[in-house]
């Protein structure tokens, strides 16, 4: 992953983790087309990648994770055609982000607002550096959230909590994010806390934990029987693999498993 080259992000591995730095300093890490492009290349190899077991995804420097979808660029963007066209494409990329089958991390440093705030929702997990500012801000441009923030947050927080969100525009701190829920953590060096985090996931079974993400996100989509049915099949699909008979095994033998993802 090291050696592939990009113009607004870096993507580095450290063994089987791997870090998506958005890097458009001048813009506070803004979204542009650009970027989106060279986010749903990162996701490309990563997937390409056997060894890579979770992903971390934050901003450079320490002032912004993400300032949201540059604004330079929707102000060009014109009409109904334009305006849906680039959040479809936008909303396509948060897609591929969240259906990877490895745990995705945000570590979020400063601001993560708009579209910043809707890339960490894309993720499974938010880890909130204590300088970081969340919110959704679209209607003080007159828009509203494209890139599946109103979806998403409402599922995440639930609708009033989401609702007070777009339709106030206001800018939250670690504290109240990790009280309503929207982070997990809050760390002073977000980085470091969600490294942590990352290894504690990729000492457990990679395959059981590509079937945990399928079996929430499927079922957030469908009722409850229809969730508990998705459920017992993923179940059966785990028990049919290597990997659980190792974990009990390892567990039998009061030893560290070694999971191998089959
Ligand atoms: C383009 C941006 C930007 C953005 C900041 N910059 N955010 N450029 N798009 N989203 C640029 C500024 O223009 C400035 O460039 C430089 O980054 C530094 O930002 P400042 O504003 O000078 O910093 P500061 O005063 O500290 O304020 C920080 C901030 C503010 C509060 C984060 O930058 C801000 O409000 N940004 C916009 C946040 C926002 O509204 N995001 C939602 C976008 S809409 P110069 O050249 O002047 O130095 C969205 C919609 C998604 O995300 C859905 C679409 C379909």
């Given at each position: 992953l090291d050696e592939h080259e990009f113009n607004t992000l870096q993507l580095d591995q450290h063994g089987p983790l791997a870090v998506l730095t958005i890097n458009r300093p001048k813009a506070l890490n803004a979204l542009s087309a650009e970027t989106f492009g060279e986010i749903a290349e990162a996701i490309d190899l990563i997937m390409d990648n056997a060894e890579i077991g979770a992903l971390i995804v934050t901003g450079a420097?320490?002032?912004?994770f993400v300032a949201g979808a540059d604004i330079t660029e929707l102000s060009a963007l014109d009409g109904v055609y334009a305006g849906r066209e680039a959040s479809l494409a936008g909303q396509d990329v948060m897609h591929q982000l969240s259906s990877l089958p490895i745990p995705v991390i945000a570590a979020i440093n400063g601001y993560a607002l708009g579209g910043g705030l809707e890339l960490a929702l894309a993720c499974d997990i938010r880890v909130a550096a204590t300088n970081a500012r969340l919110g959704l801000p679209e209607v003080t441009l007159?828009?509203?959230?494209?890139?599946?923030g109103t979806q998403r947050l409402s599922r995440l927080i639930g609708i009033g909590r989401a609702l007070d969100l777009m339709l106030t525009a206001r800018q939250v701190n670690a504290g109240e994010a990790l009280q309503m829920g929207l982070v997990n953590y809050v760390a002073d060096d977000a980085l470091n806390k969600a490294r942590e985090v990352a290894e504690s996931m990729l000492r457990h079974g990679p395959i059981a934990m590509s079937l945990v993400k399928e079996a929430v996100r499927r079922g957030m989509d469908t009722s409850l029987e229809g969730g508990l049915e998705i459920e017992a099949d993923l179940f059966g699909m785990a028990m049919s693999t290597q990997d659980f008979k190792e974990g009990t095994a390892a567990f039998q033998a009061k030893r560290r498993p070694e999971f191998k993802g089959e």
């Open positions: 420097g320490d002032k912004a007159g828009l509203l959230p494209g890139y599946g």
